[in-house]
């Protein structure tokens, strides 16, 4: 009889699995079962495989309904191997996700030795998926490889087929062999040729590569670099879309050209371990882009993140109009650590991406798909912080929370002076931390706190007058994050201009157990970190709102949510013993 159960389940589950009636209905088996005793660290509503090692996202697209997420992934441990797969998994609201078998795997001499990031595809009028991918091959040489689906009916696309001409790139002259990676998602250009940007590094100059196609299996190189950078080494998961320059909130697709968008390019610089966005300008005719300032490896470069982010990959969603953006967020502790634990590597919550209406930056947001995981809701407002208040925001589950807040700031001008020339906002962070009083800050949110605040990671705003206006430096202090010592606790930190009328500034949090994201002046600028607190655990955490600067600020509203488990499950996984 329990066998026959079984298989009455199994034709159940198999039928809700591909009638596409909503991801919760056939969630087989959630793994995601969040922070426990043995496991305080793992996430609850963030991205993450079952077990094991994780790092960059890959060929993110929307098919026929469905999300997808391809990821790098070693299957047999928890740290970076040397057979890495491309891991899978499906979603119908980018939150709660279905893991599938593994979508590319080391087969031919042409990726034998692994098979390393990439990108997806969509070929318009066919509608048919095509991927891109670095593989490792038999001389240990990166060459680049393309699949295509098996079955274009099945929206999961749970098998791909590997090219029978892969190689499709091979490095070519003035590129080292060894650094050769990362291909883009392709575009056309007005000529009808697809186009695609590959990584690369001769000696200390980082590259971007342009390869042009008219089937996208024939690619030939174009012998000027899309971009260059000196003194950089290997630029990594380079990335290249444009965006509206109207201040409009919808994503642009890929290949748009005309007057009202701009481009962006993103590099991943694996020598700072940061994602840089460059702006400039674009015509496919003209061959290679061209940004309006060059990289300075100073902190005036801008972040999509600044804190823990790396290798991020965007894609255009075709239903909702929107650009929305990945990042891989690495461990803070100890390789052996993540040997115990059995697992490592998170992804963001998906970011929602435009460009500012001041042209000058890109403003990031949450996608709105997490708020249906919002549960106990907490809402202050008029709370006049003075001098060293903390304010308990009590009644939700703070280790697992999505808490804003809006601050009502004192008059300016008599904010302490700082000339943000040539500081170094993360080093200005680390000498000026939460509990160092200042005049019109620090103020913000203690995450992730013990009651006695001994461990607490702090977020927060100071504001100064400069030479030519204000500008308000974000903190995200990990400094007391933990008792323990054996960890990564570096302080991040950035600086922006603001508007000297300004009244109010905006933060968002997204707290889950070891991950705290925020997003501040909405959005203008992120920083994410990862803790590990020993004491401020699962229903012994706590969160606060305070303020130490001299200056008193106001809690204008401040809106908090216990937030509720993902589902995140195995399709199929029955069983039979």
Known sequence: MKIIAELLLFVVVSFLLNSGNGIQAFSTHSINSGATAKQPYRTSYHFQPQENWMNDPNGPMYYKGVYHLFYQHNPEAATFGDRIVWGHSVSYDLINWIHLNNA??????????????????????????????????????????????????????????????????????????????????????????????????????????LYQSEDFVNWKVDPNPFYASQNTGVCECPDFFPVYINGSTNGVETSLQNPSVRHVLKISY??????????????????????????????SDLRYDY??????????????????????????????????????????????????????????????????????????????????????????????????????????EKAEFLDPNGVDPQLLCSQEYAARSGTIGPFGLLALASKDLKEHTAVFFRIYRAPNGYVCLMCSDQSRSSLRHDLDKTTYGSILDIDPNLKTISLRSLIDHSIVESFGDEGRVCITSRVYPSLAIDKDAHLYVFNYGSQSVVVSELNAWSMKQAEIGYEGNISYT
């Not at 390393?116 to 998926?129: L, N």
């Not at 190689?167 to 009808?192: C, H, I, L, Y």
């Not at 634990?341 to 949450?366: C, E």
Request: net charge negative; glycine share 8%.
């Open 307 to 412: 804190g823990k982010f790396y290798a991020s990959k965007s894609f255009f969603e075709t239903a909702k109009n929107r650009r929305i953006l990945w990042g891989w967020v690495n461990e803070s502790d100890s390789t052996q650590d993540d040997i115990q634990k059995g697992w490592a590597g998170l992804q963001t919550i998906p970011r929602q991406v435009w460009l500012d209406k001041s042209g000058k930056r890109l403003v990031q947001w949450p996608l709105e798909e997490v708020e249906q995981l919002r549960g106990k809701h907490i809402r202050i407002t008029r709370e006049n912080l003075e001098h060293g208040s903390n304010l308990e925001v009590s009644g939700i589950t703070a280790s697992q929370a999505d808490v804003e807040v809006l601050f009502e700031l004192p008059e300016l």
């Open 104 to 209: 590319i795997e080391p087969s031919g001499p042409y990726d034998i030795n692994s098979c390393w990031s990439g990108s997806a595809t969509i070929i318009p009028g066919k509608e048919e998926p095509m991927i891109l991918y670095t593989g490792i091959d038999d001389k240990k040489h990166q060459v680049q490889n393309l699949a295509v689906p098996r079955n274009l009916s099945d929206t999961f696309l749970r098998e791909w087929v590997k090219h029978s001409q892969n190689p499709v790139m091979t490095p070519p002259s003035g590129v080292e062999v060894d650094n050769f990676r990362d291909p883009s998602t392709a575009w056309q250009g007005k000529d009808g040729k697809w186009r695609v940007v590959v990584g690369a590094q001769n000696g200390d100059e980082g590259k971007a590569i």
């Open 270 to 299: 694996l020598r700072k371990q940061h994602d840089y966005y460059f702006l400039g300008n674009y015509a496919s005719d003209q061959g290679n882009f061209i940004p309006d300032v060059r990289f300075t490896g100073t902190s």
